[in-house]
């Protein structure tokens, strides 16, 4: 079995630190083309990110922006047109589909609006499944699974199904499996759409936890200024290039007006913005 040597925990990421770039997007561009027409979209278009060990950045923008693009660019679940992405350092364009799949398991962490748990499995499976498939031995695998469990509240909920947990307890769940290989980065996409008020608040106030606490580097893609409004530095996208950037610097509810208004600019309504997440 391939073995990587890993990270240390980082410290959360301030800025003017020495930096690591962990992710990063150069030049990164994908044209769709319609075989039948002949016709070419361009969903991404030269776009540069860098995000460095210990942020929280957040991707926000209008429908067909290219966000969804960018993210599946950043997964590897895509291939670029043109334009690199580097995970590490390491860009994994041309590996063979076993080592890419490797690859990403050992260096991403994915969480889902719709959670993709396996319901056939507990709770415990599920978050072990990433460890399983790396044949990792078993005393590391109880070892990292009592870590995860403890840090998110979960470990009365490991012997359940997944359909015998909240849509919050499923959440938590998913972000346990993406942390439990220790990625370099987390990948989070729209993990607040199915929950409610409360639940959604108690998920990016762990995700807030995770990141200044144990330096977790976190991206997220969102549409919901609220889950934005936790972030380090939200990043808007329009018509596949940089529009604008913010970055937080006081207290999370002067910076969730600032992204309702930059959203504003860019076409977005605040109106769908729902009044308990105010």
Request: charged share 25%; hydrophobic share 45%; glycine share 8%.
């Amino acid at each position: 079995m391939m073995t990587e040597a890993r990270p240390s925990p980082r410290a959360a990421y301030e800025p003017g630190a020495p930096t690591e770039v962990v992710l990063e997007a150069a030049k990164l561009t994908k044209v769709y083309r319609s075989s039948a027409a002949g016709a070419a979209h361009v969903a991404l278009d030269a776009f540069d990110l860098r995000v460095v060990a210990g942020e929280f950045v957040g991707v926000m923008g209008p429908s067909g922006s290219g966000k969804s693009t960018l993210l599946n660019l950043l997964a590897t679940i895509d291939t670029p047109s043109s334009g690199a992405v580097r995970i590490g350092g390491v860009d994994p364009a041309g590996m063979n589909p076993t080592d890419l799949a490797r690859f990403r398991r050992h260096r991403l962490g994915f969480v889902f609006q719709d959670y993709n748990l396996l319901e056939s499995l507990s709770v415990r499976e599920n978050i072990l499944l990433p460890l399983v498939l790396d044949r990792v031995p078993l005393a590391d695998m109880r070892a990292r699974l009592a870590d995860v469990a403890a840090l998110l509240g979960i470990e009365d909920l490991l012997d359940r199904r997944t359909h015998e947990i909240s849509g919050g307890q499923q959440q938590r769940t998913a972000i346990a499996r993406a942390l439990v290989s220790s990625p370099d980065v987390i990948l989070a996409d729209e993990l607040t759409g199915n929950l409610d008020s409360r639940a959604a608040f108690a998920v990016m106030e762990l995700l807030r936890r995770l990141n200044e606490e144990r330096g977790v580097t976190i991206l997220m893609v969102t549409h919901d200024p609220f889950a934005a409004s936790f972030c380090r530095r939200v990043v808007f996208i329009k018509d596949g290039r940089p529009h604008s950037e913010l970055r937080r610097a006081g207290q999370r509810q002067a910076f969730f007006q600032q992204v309702i208004d930059n959203l504003s600019v860019l076409g977005g309504d605040p109106r769908d913005v729902p009044a308990a997440r105010l």
